[in-house]
């Protein structure tokens, strides 16, 4: 996959990510929107100084716009090997109520319509 290939898919998904559209990204990196567009579509190239910007619009190092998904799926699978050996880290106890922030949209979508009993 060529770099400017590269750019455009991380920067598209760490854009998404954080919900931003092109345009706030584009306030916020002092670049036009149509700009980021671009490149997302791989029409321009960006210069480093420009990659420099986005990433720290991001709140990212700019390495990780230019980093190949081959190292990002090795980097994932090599923190999900190390979790496994973390043990129950991050687990909640036995007996414990989940936590809203773990339910899923469709889960609280159901307990906010179910109504008090009789």
């Known amino acids: 996959m060529e770099m400017r290939e590269t750019l455009a898919r991380n920067l598209r998904k760490y854009r998404r990510a954080q919900r931003l559209s092109q345009e706030e990204l584009g306030h916020r990196a002092e670049l036009d929107r149509t700009y980021i567009s671009s490149i997302e579509r791989c029409v321009y190239s960006a210069t480093v100084d420009v990659v420099g910007r986005l990433a720290d619009a991001l709140g990212i190092p700019a390495l990780e ?54």
Not at 81 to 91: C, D, I, L
Not at 93 to 118: C, D, F, H, L, V
């Open 65 to 118: 716009l230019l980093r190949p998904a081959s190292e990002i799926a090795e980097a994932k699978s090599s923190s999900a090997t190390s979790a496994e050996g973390a043990g129950t880290k991050g687990q909640p106890k036995k007996g414990a109520k989940p936590s809203r922030k773990s339910e899923g949209p469709a889960q609280r979508r159901a307990t906010a319509r179910k109504e008090p009993g009789p």
